[in-house]
T-cell receptor, first 117, second 115 residues
Framework: GAGVSQSPRYKVTKRGQDVALRCDPISGHVSLYWYRQALGQGPEFLTYFNYEAQQDKSGLPNDRFSAERPEGSISTLTIQRTEQRDSAMYRC???????????????FGEGSRLTVL | AQSVSQHNHHVILSEAASLELGCNYSYGGTVNLFWYVQYPGQHLQLLLKYFSGDPLVKGIKGFEAEFIKSKFSFNLRKPSVQWSDTAEYFCAVKSIGGSQGNLIFGKGTKLSVKP
C-alpha cells in the first residue's frame, strides 16, 4: 500500500477481553516495529520483526502481549486479558532496510488507540 | 540501556523566533540519530536524520540538527519558526553494531507557536 495502515483506529474494550491490533506495512518493507505511546510520553518500543522473524521482543511488558508476522508482511499485536493500564496509542512502523544494519527511515502508521474500561 | 533525554516538555514561541530543542542520549558506541515530528492529528514523520559524515544535518521545512559526539547531543534548530511548526517533536536514537535494532525515542517536546 501507499503507507502503513493500522486497524482498528479506535478500540474500546472491557477489562479482561482480548484485543488484536493489525498492521499492514508498506509493501516490500523488511522491518516492522510496534511501539506504544501513552499520553504525554514518547513512543515506547515493544517489538520488531525482520521479515517474519521476531528479532527483539524485549519491550513487551508481560506475557499478555504477543506479536506475530507469519508471512513477513502483515503483523498482529495481541493483548490478552486487557487491563486499564494497557490503554494507549499503539503505533506500527515499517522500514525498507534490515534493522540490524544502519537504519533506514521508519514510516509510521496512524496508530490504534486502545481504551480499556 | 540506551536512553534519550529531551530537556523541554513544552516550548512556547512567537512567530519568527529562533528555536532550539535539546536532545541527549546515553550510548557510547556508534549511533544513528533522528528527529521525528507529529503535527496535530497526524502520524509521526521524519524531520531529519544523521548517519555519518557532516555533523550538521539539514532536514525539511528549514530545520537542522547538529550532532556533537563529545556531548552525546543532537539538538534541533530552526532560525525562524512559523505558526505551522506547532507540533510535537521527538528525538530518537538507534545503536549500530550492538544487539539491539530498535529505535529509542525521547518523551517529546511540544512546540506551540503563537501567530
Amino acid at each position: 500500500g501507499a503507507g502503513v495502515s493500522q486497524s482498528p483506529r479506535y478500540k474500546v474494550t472491557k477489562r479482561g477481553q482480548d484485543v488484536a491490533l493489525r498492521c499492514d506495512p508498506i509493501s516490500g518493507h523488511v522491518s516492522l516495529y510496534w511501539y506504544r505511546q501513552a499520553l504525554g510520553q514518547g513512543p515506547e518500543f515493544l517489538t520488531y520483526f525482520n521479515y517474519e522473524a521476531q528479532q527483539d521482543k524485549s519491550g513487551l511488558p508481560n506475557d499478555r502481549f504477543s506479536a506475530e508476522r507469519p508471512e513477513g508482511s502483515i503483523s498482529t499485536l495481541t493483548i490478552q486479558r486487557t487491563e486499564q493500564r494497557d490503554s494507549a496509542m499503539y503505533r506500527c512502523a515499517s522500514s525498507a532496510r534490515g534493522a540490524g544494519r544502519s537504519a533506514g527511515e521508519l514510516f509510521f502508521g496512524e496508530g490504534s488507540r486502545l481504551t480499556v474500561l | 540501556a540506551q536512553s534519550v533525554s529531551q530537556h523541554n516538555h513544552h516550548v512556547i514561541l512567537s512567530e519568527a523566533a529562533s528555536l532550539e530543542l535539546g536532545c541527549n542520549y546515553s550510548y557510547g558506541g556508534t549511533v544513528n540519530l533522528f528527529w521525528y515530528v507529529q503535527y496535530p492529528g497526524q502520524h509521526l514523520q521524519l524531520l531529519l536524520k544523521y548517519f555519518s559524515g557532516d555533523p550538521l544535518v539539514k532536514g525539511i521545512k528549514g530545520f537542522e540538527a547538529e550532532f556533537i559526539k563529545s556531548k552525546f547531543s543532537f539538538n534541533l534548530r530552526k532560525p525562524s519558526v512559523q505558526w505551522s511548526d506547532t507540533a510535537e517533536y521527538f528525538c530518537a536514537v538507534k545503536s549500530i553494531g550492538g544487539s539491539q535494532g530498535n529505535l529509542i525515542f525521547g518523551k517529546g517536546t511540544k512546540l506551540s507557536v503563537k501567530p
